[in-house]
């Protein structure tokens, strides 16, 4: 899952990869993000299905460059190179044709847009997107667009003002309340204080405990369980319109996080920390051999930094989770 330059295949059933830059084009409608779609034509490679606009990076092209002009050819938008934000690089083999697919989130843009070769366009929810619509090279593209790239964990002895002055500047974050000295009333208090915190600061506040912490404080958006609370369980614990995560150290606990029907899943340490020294860290390559052929979006947690994104996406990661970057 790793990404690789678009050197040809030598073997010999020799397939072309074709470098192709898209972007997710993306807006704001009541609080929710909307992406551009269109629909392939039918005679096309993966005809019929949704895509993300884009097209094939000419020689010598870079992607960027190759984006600002099929957005202008496909769609009619203007983008500066300074509106695209690099998200992912991923190959795909369709067995006819291998892909690298080069994602970028454009958000500074102008125009509207119209089908340019008559082919039909639509505004989605991100969070609605059905990857079964797309084609599958697609799928890690939708998971790491649903998701917040960074998983902002909180340290020791927090408080709702502490959290306030902390998340400036981390908007677009998840942020997980995780508070392990703190009795379930004492949490309830807390989280209750910090829903309102977060959502000021545009961040997501995930709750860390058992399900009922999440029942008491439904205006949360999620809920992570630790692996003593995942492991006893058979399924799903919460509805589909919270997001759900789980922590994991290895391949049968991110197993079973994708049976339970988990949002996302912490898997660590990547790298050595201080808070588990007795812990063998993964590595780059560990992580990215327990997260190979999972349908199911990790972070990279242990070590990590706040820049790590690109580096745990390259490995088949969806972003990067921790206290250590953000909070001391
Ligand atoms: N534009 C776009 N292409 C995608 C997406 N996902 C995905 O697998 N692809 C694949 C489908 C195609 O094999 C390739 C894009 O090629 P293209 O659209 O420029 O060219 P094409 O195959 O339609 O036409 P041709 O020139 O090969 O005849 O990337 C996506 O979201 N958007």
Not at 114 to 131: I, Y
Not at 212 to 230: I, K, Q, S, T
Not at 293 to 307: I, K, Q, R, S, T
Request: proline share 7%; aromatic share 6%; with cysteine.
């Amino acid at each position: 899952m790793s990404t690789s330059p678009s050197t040809p295949n030598t073997g010999p059933e020799s397939v072309k990869t074709v470098h192709v830059a898209v972007a997710a084009v993306s807006r704001h409608e009541g609080g929710r993000e909307q992406v551009l779609v269109a629909q392939r034509h039918a005679h096309q490679h993966q005809g019929g299905l949704l895509e993300f606009p884009g097209g094939k990076v000419e020689p010598g092209e870079s992607a960027e460059a190759a984006l600002v002009r099929e957005l202008d050819e496909e769609v009619g938008l203007r983008v500066p190179e300074s509106g695209l934000g690099f998200e992912l690089s991923l190959t795909h083999d369709y067995g006819d044709r291998r892909v690298q697919l080069d994602l970028y989130r454009a958000t500074g843009f102008s125009g509207e847009p119209q089908g340019r070769e008559d082919q039909p366009l639509m505004w989605l929810d991100v969070a609605t997107l059905d990857p079964g619509d797309f084609p599958a090279a697609n799928r890690r593209m939708i998971q790491v667009l649903a998701l917040p790239a960074r998983t902002l964990v909180t340290g020791a002895g927090v408080t709702a003002d502490e959290l306030a002055d902390r998340l400036r500047g981390w908007a677009g974050s998840q942020c997980l309340l995780r508070c392990p000295e703190l009795d379930d009333a004492a949490y309830q208090g807390l989280a209750s204080a910090c829903v309102p915190v977060a959502r000021n600061a545009g961040c997501a506040l995930v709750l860390h405990g058992a399900p009922e912490r999440l029942a008491a404080v439904p205006d949360a958006n999620g809920l992570h369980l630790p692996w003593r609370e995942a492991r006893a369980l058979m399924e799903r614990p919460i509805s589909s319109a919270y997001r759900l995560g789980v922590s994991c150290h290895d391949r049968a606990s991110l197993e079973h996080a994708q049976r339970l029907g988990a949002d996302y899943a912490f898997l660590s340490p990547v790298r050595p920390t201080a808070s588990h020294p007795e812990r063998s860290p993964l590595g780059w390559d560990g992580f990215e051999a327990l997260v190979a052929e999972l349908d199911l979006p990790v972070y990279a947690l242990g070590g990590v930094g706040g820049d790590d994104v690109v580096e745990s996406r390259r490995h088949g990661g969806c972003g990067v989770a921790g206290i250590g970057f953000w909070w001391h």
